[in-house]
């Protein structure tokens, strides 16, 4: 439970500090003296928005502080061990606003972003406002007031996450179903394309190979005639010839002793240009005996070029590029094979996604039937008791449309309500008027917060609209939650502040250069003349003194 907030320079608010005790704590003072202002301060340690008009004019910072007793919610104690922000006394939310609207959050003195003290905040406290009769208005309300009553927020929020990674497979799942037939006409392209260059099987560097053979084929007769011609002029002329003058010429020279260098020299490349030419002769006459000039193959290698330069025309690209032309449609068609491998897979989650929700729904189903009976009684009973004698209440579930899985269910709630004797039960929306609708949301907090799992439950003027005999009943109805754990209300009716176990009187302190928001907690003698103020005497007679006293012993008795 809250056992302290502290406020600093927030708003009108300078410097409080409140120490919080179990059971209903409420919380007078005149319109305007700042009641709301400290529930907004607590709002923001909690995790609510924050700009820079929080921040008190004149200084350069709020801070806020709460402290909570988790002795009795092991969800928050789960919560913050699950992140290491758990330690061995109160858990501390704190809360800084600069002047310059930046805003940082502290749990337990940890650095934290404000979604964390949302969640934690979720956990601790549960806040019902003067407005939120308005939101009874929607059908979405309904839902989530059945569900806190049954404690299947859980479950709803499972299903609601079921539909969604539902209906995220199967837009995923149509999105590639759309576009099968072009991946199967594309499928079918690049099949017939591979198949092509499969059947071709260009062998690396072939076609530079068979260019270079073809060439020598057109060219065999003019090839011939030269290599004949050379082999002439070197060896076989009987006019003379290369070989036979660089031997004539070694032998004149070998003639002569201690022949100089560069004759020496002279010498030496002539014997060398002989073995050259020796040799060349030997490559020209292997070439002649092994020359096949073969039309038949000529033929061959003129279809095989042909087919070449075909296919690289087909797909414009230059032949050499054809193997990576190859490789690239292999990897694509690779693709195409894993697009049809994920429409399987997808359709087996669809599946299973659809299996899930309607297990979870079902479930959810059962529950919510369960629920609606037992949270129809208990509303109809207490809005009888608060001044709608005769009045009916029903939860009424209808069938949400088939064919689709909607985040909120199988059902949709809507709440039903007859407020006078004879009246056909019909929507909420269209029968209540403003003070119905706020006694009837009244019953339904109190309802649903005698089955709430967090123990601080404040209600900031929710007996707006009501008086007289009603009044006592909400305050009685907030006491007995009070004593399963702790309230606190602002209020300005006297009937429902006598029923409080504490009582924290909010004034406004006015001083030579400003004012700003007190708060004390009254003793029994200060409380009785704070009941008689709002019984609204101007002054405080004997008689209004009298009667507060009596509303405070018989709430006590």
């Not at 988790?70 to 699950?82: M, S, T, V």
């Amino acid at each position: 439970m809250l056992v302290h907030l502290s406020v600093h320079n927030f708003a009108i608010v300078e410097h409080l500090d409140l120490e919080l005790q179990r059971g209903m704590s409420v919380i007078s003072g005149e319109t305007g003296a700042g009641k709301s202002i400290m529930l907004g301060a607590l709002g923001l340690a909690l995790g609510d928005r924050a700009d820079s008009s929080a921040v008190r004019i004149g200084a350069d910072k709020a801070d806020i502080l709460a402290s909570f007793d988790l002795d009795d919610i092991p969800d928050a104690r789960a919560w913050l061990a699950e992140r290491d922000l758990d330690s061995d006394g109160p858990c501390i939310l704190r809360r800084v606003i600069t002047a310059e609207g930046r805003s940082r959050g502290y749990i337990n003195g940890t650095p934290c972003p404000q979604s964390d003290l949302k969640a934690l905040g979720e956990l601790l406290i549960d806040i019902h406002s003067q407005h939120e009769h308005q939101s009874l208005l929607k059908t979405d309300t309904h839902r989530r007031l059945l569900d806190e009553y049954s404690g299947s927020q859980e479950l709803a929020r499972q299903v609601q996450l079921a539909a969604q990674r539902w209906r995220q497979t199967r837009q995923t799942l149509e999105r590639l179903s759309n576009s099968s037939d072009e991946q199967r006409a594309r499928h079918q392209l690049l099949s017939y394309q591979l198949e092509e260059l499969e059947n071709l099987a260009l062998g690396e560097n072939e076609q530079e190979q068979l260019e270079d053979e073809h060439r020598n084929l057109a060219n065999a007769e003019q090839l011939l005639s030269a290599c004949r011609q050379v082999m002439d002029m070197c060896s076989e002329s009987d006019a003379g010839n290369v070989l036979s003058a660089l031997t004539g010429s070694l032998q004149r020279l070998s003639a002569f002793q201690n022949q100089p260098g560069a004759l020496a020299e002279a010498a030496g490349l002539l014997a060398s240009a002989r073995i050259q030419v020796e040799e060349a002769m030997g490559e020209l006459n292997r070439f002649v005996d092994h020359f096949d000039a073969d039309p038949e193959r000529q033929q061959m290698l003129e279809e095989r070029l042909d087919a070449i330069y075909t296919l690289a025309r087909k797909h414009r690209v230059q032949p050499t590029e054809l193997p990576a032309l190859q490789q690239r449609l292999l990897d694509e068609l690779e693709s195409l094979n894993a697009d049809d491998e994920a429409l399987e897979r997808l359709s087996e989650e669809l599946a299973a996604y659809g299996r899930h929700y309607e297990e979870k729904a079902s479930e959810l189903s059962r529950i919510r039937q369960e629920a609606a009976t037992a949270l129809a009684a208990s509303v109809e009973s207490e809005i009888q008791r608060l001044g709608m004698p005769g009045g009916k209440f029903s939860v009424q579930l209808k069938p949400a449309a088939e064919g689709d899985y909607m985040p909120f269910g199988l059902e949709q709630v809507e709440f039903l309500v007859s407020a006078n004797p004879g009246q056909p039960l019909r929507p909420l929306a269209k029968v209540a008027s403003g003070g119905e609708l706020s006694r009837i949301s009244l019953a339904i907090q109190v309802i649903t917060a005698q089955t709430s799992r967090v123990p601080t439950l404040v209600f900031d003027e929710v007996d707006v609209g009501i008086g007289g005999p009603t009044a006592e009943v909400v305050g009685q109805l907030l006491r007995r939650i009070g004593e399963q754990g702790q309230v606190l209300t602002v209020t300005h009716l006297p009937q429902v502040a006598a029923q409080g176990h504490n009582h924290l009187f909010v004034h406004k302190a006015r001083g030579k250069d400003e004012t700003h928001t007190a708060v004390a907690t009254l003793q029994k003698d200060e409380r009785i003349e704070e009941i008689a103020r709002m019984l609204g005497g101007v002054d405080l007679t004997e008689q209004a003194l009298a009667h507060a006293r009596q509303m405070i012993e018989s709430a006590q008795a």
